[in-house]
């Protein structure tokens, strides 16, 4: 068996922290925050209410948070108009299918 002079040995744990350290920063940078989750879906409900002629902003919608798969539910609700638009994000950011629709 072939052992490891200390500096080989010092280099090695160098190498391996630095892995680590890179490997955790970059997964913290990936990771998507509530509030960009809210106003993401928030700009996409101004859009859709846009193109249907209805005047949206994104103070119309509200989240909270999911259960199970479901990270958060952001439910849009234009002023006066007696219907919300509702947004299911899973863990990851993405928007789920409405319950009413084939998975």
């Known amino acids: 068996m072939t052992r490891l002079s200390p500096l080989a040995r010092a280099t090695l744990a160098l190498l391996l922290a630095g892995a680590v350290v890179l490997g ?6 990936h990771a998507v925050d509530d509030g960009d ?3 993401r879906y928030a700009e996409a409900y101004v859009a ?12 119309d919608c509200v989240a909270h948070a999911g259960q199970g798969a479901v990270r958060l539910v952001i439910r849009c609700s234009p002023a006066g108009a007696g219907f919300s638009i509702e947004y299911r994000v899973d863990r990851a950011g993405r928007l789920l299918p409405r319950q009413d629709e084939a998975i």
């Open 24 to 29: 955790l920063s970059s997964g913290r940078r």
């Open 37 to 39: 989750l809210v106003a």
């Open 48 to 59: 859709a209410a846009r193109d249907a002629g209805i005047r949206g902003v994104p103070a």
